[in-house]
């Protein structure tokens, strides 16, 4: 009778703690709560549609008010070339084995090729371009060739624009055309590759001229700077030379004044010196200001 009771008391408190345990509750487990994948999806891309509509109704920037005019004329810049790795084995010939007989393979041409062969022409206009520039920057240029030197890196400045709008308007021309226009789309990249090259030998020449007037004039300034300050040294030196006679000539009247009172019958002792003084004092004065005008001249510029 006591096991029973005793076992009664048990169970009456270690049933509610097993009743009430969340690893016994069935309800608790996540095996009731799983959602099916597809459904997940379908959720994740009604909030992806949702989310981009809420970015639709969101007011855009308009950047066309931002736009600086004068940025609608821009500096050219230099296209980009792709270098071709070209095999030790032409690869407009097959060689047969058997034989050993080398057979041309006509290959037509591609337009790409063309246009990166557009691209070097233009690439080289920028560096007789930059060259150009460079002689404005010479040592003792005279005003006169740096305008020359502005006007023509202007004028290639404008070959090259041109050259990369004709080149942009021939992509967009031959992306809408069809092969039956290839020959003619070779054409016209021809035309303009063979017009480059036009511009690209006469720019060379024009710099080369352009380099060679430069450097004529630089020594003919030279060479009249030097001359300019030779004459002004004859110049000086003649100056220099009328003063020196005159401060000789005022020597000589000096000693002619003074031997003229000398000689004076009757004159006493204080008259000769009163007349002495008054002679000295003039030769001082006019001394002095052949002196100061002296090396007024000799230290000038």
Avoid: C
């Avoid at 016994?24 to 597809?38: L, S, V």
């Avoid at 063309?114 to 005279?142: C, H, P, S, T, Y």
């Avoid at 021809?190 to 006469?202: A, F, G, R, Y």
């Avoid at 006679?245 to 003229?260: C, F, G, W, Y």
């Amino acid at each position: 009778m006591k096991k029973i009771i005793i076992l009664g008391l048990v169970l009456t408190f270690i049933a509610p703690q097993i009743v009430l345990a969340a690893w016994w509750n069935p309800f608790t487990w996540n095996i009731f709560n799983r959602k099916n994948q597809k459904t997940l999806m379908l959720e994740n891309q009604v909030k992806e549609l949702e989310n981009g509509l809420n970015n639709l109704d969101k007011p855009q920037q308009d950047f066309s008010t931002t736009t600086n005019e004068s940025s609608t004329k821009t500096e050219p810049s230099r296209p980009p070339v792709v270098t071709k790795i070209t095999n030790k084995t032409p690869s407009n010939q097959i060689v047969n084995k058997n034989t050993s007989v080398v057979a041309p393979v006509q290959q037509s041409i591609s337009t790409d090729d063309l246009f990166n062969a557009i691209n070097i022409k233009i690439n080289k206009l920028f560096d007789i371009r930059d060259g150009v520039k460079l002689l404005g920057e010479m040592k003792d240029i005279n005003k006169s060739d740096i305008n020359l030197v502005y006007s023509k890196q202007t004028e290639i400045t404008g070959t090259i624009s041109n050259g990369s709008q004709d080149r942009d308007n021939y992509k967009k021309v031959i992306s809408q055309s069809s092969q039956s226009d290839h020959n003619r789309n070779i054409n016209l990249l021809n035309t303009l590759i063979s017009d480059l090259d036009k511009k690209i030998v006469q720019y060379t020449s024009d710099s080369a001229n352009l380099k060679t007037n430069i450097l004529r004039n630089i020594e003919a300034d030279k060479i009249s700077a030097v001359s300019a300050e030779i004459e002004l040294s004859k110049d000086k030196l003649a100056r220099l030379k009328t003063i020196n006679l005159e401060i000789a000539n005022l020597n000589a009247k000096r000693v002619k004044d003074i031997a003229s009172i000398s000689g004076v019958a009757g004159q006493t002792e204080s008259q000769y010196n009163i007349s002495l003084n008054t002679i000295e004092r003039q030769y001082t004065n006019e001394y002095n200001r052949l002196m100061a005008e002296f090396q007024q001249i000799k230290y000038s510029n």
